[in-house]
């Protein structure tokens, strides 16, 4: 099972965007979800990280105040409102569930399912 983000871009610096994450098929409700990031060459990066019913949510220092995590059981969809962006922003943005119990919800190997991202391109 995959997940597709979309609503990546080319922007400026300090406009808005906003991520959306539909998986091909099953329900996610019960997973928590997360977001990272990754700027070739570097490694693929965590960006934050909802529980499965939305109250607790998780960002990474980076982007802590400017980006905002949601989701929407019904729709079984989950958001990434970013906000404020900088260029460091640039990266191909993926979204997952994560599968492994336990941990800080901020490793990558704890999460699967990964689908195709979206690119998000900020100027100055």
């Known amino acids: 099972v995959q997940l597709q983000a979309s609503g990546g871009g080319s922007v400026q610096v300090g406009d808005s965007l906003r991520l959306s994450c539909a998986p091909s098929?099953?329900?996610?409700?019960?997973?928590?979800m997360g977001w990272f990031r990754q700027a070739p060459p570097e490694e693929r990066k965590f960006v934050a990280r909802i529980s499965s019913s939305g109250s607790i949510t998780d960002y990474a220092d980076a982007v802590k105040g400017r980006f905002t995590i949601s989701r929407d059981n019904v729709k079984n969809m989950v958001y990434l409102q970013m906000n404020n962006l900088k260029p460091e922003d640039t990266a191909v943005y993926y979204c997952a569930p994560k599968v492994y119990p336990g941990g800080t919800g901020r490793d990558l190997f704890d999460y699967d399912g990964w689908g195709r991202g979206t690119q998000v391109t900020v100027s100055s």
């Open positions: 098929s099953r329900n996610f409700i019960r997973n928590d």
